[in-house]
């Protein structure tokens, strides 16, 4: 079935520089690939979604990229904040499929 | 009002015990859902609904029983619970299959 790998699992950066995080998904029927911030003891929210017809997509400081050759996609966070702080999930789903499959997260902490 | 509520916030139960969590939405989404969520775990789908019917079951135990009584509100019935059942079990909500999922603030379950 459908695995989606990310990486790292814990990524520190300092105040102001960017944070890259790394997904690689198994099934190249995916076509949609949302990012998710869930802050401790809080619920996940969406951040930035991309679909397979699109190479790139931007919102301020976070953007998302996708290689549906390579079957990876990153999130890039810009300019670091403290309340960037959070664990970050990414996930893959295709066509009709109710089911989101999901990284194992990454937890980014930002140094002062 | 783009927000999925969630009772009660937390719960206590026994293993012989009889509860039920609640979740409403009004967003007009089709498709509900019930996911289990373990610390420092991604989100793990359980059950959902489309269209107010089940669509999906994830191979739960049948002492989680879920029910959509309409396309606003969705309950899961607990039962004889086991300690290991203790988790956030977060309600989401979309308008179809493979659109942003919004999450309610969960519900802690903690089983003595």
């Known amino acids: 079935g459908e695995n989606v790998e990310q990486h790292p699992s814990t990524l520190s950066v300092q105040e102001g520089d960017s944070a890259v995080i790394k997904c690689t998904y198994s099934d190249s029927a995916s076509n949609y690939f949302p990012w998710y911030k869930q802050e401790l003891g809080k619920r996940p929210q969406l951040i930035i979604d991309i679909r397979s017809n699109v190479g790139e997509k931007k919102d301020q400081r976070i953007a998302v990229t996708l290689n549906k050759t390579a079957k990876h996609f990153s999130l890039h966070i810009t300019e670091t904040q403290p309340e960037d702080s959070a664990v970050y999930f990414c996930?893959?789903?295709?066509?009709?499929?109710?089911?989101?499959?999901w990284g194992a997260g990454t937890k980014l902490i930002i140094k002062p | 009002d783009t927000e999925v509520t969630q009772t009660p916030k937390h719960l206590v139960m026994g293993m012989t015990n009889k509860k039920s969590l609640k979740c409403e939405q009004h967003?007009?989404?089709?498709?509900m859902y019930w996911y289990k969520q373990k610390a420092k775990k991604p989100p793990e789908l359980m059950f959902v609904y489309s269209y107010e019917k089940l669509s999906i079951n994830e191979s739960v135990p049948s002492r989680f029983s879920p029910e959509c009584p309409n396309s606003s509100l969705l309950n899961l019935h607990l039962h004889a619970l086991q300690p290991e059942d203790s988790a956030l079990y977060l309600c989401?909500?979309?308008?179809?299959?493979?659109?942003?999922?919004?999450f309610g603030p969960g519900t802690r379950l903690t089983v003595t």
């Open positions: 967003m007009g989404h089709r498709a």
């Open positions: 996930a893959a789903s295709k066509g009709s499929n109710y089911q989101l499959i």
């Open positions: 989401a909500s979309s308008q179809v299959a493979d659109y942003e999922q919004y």
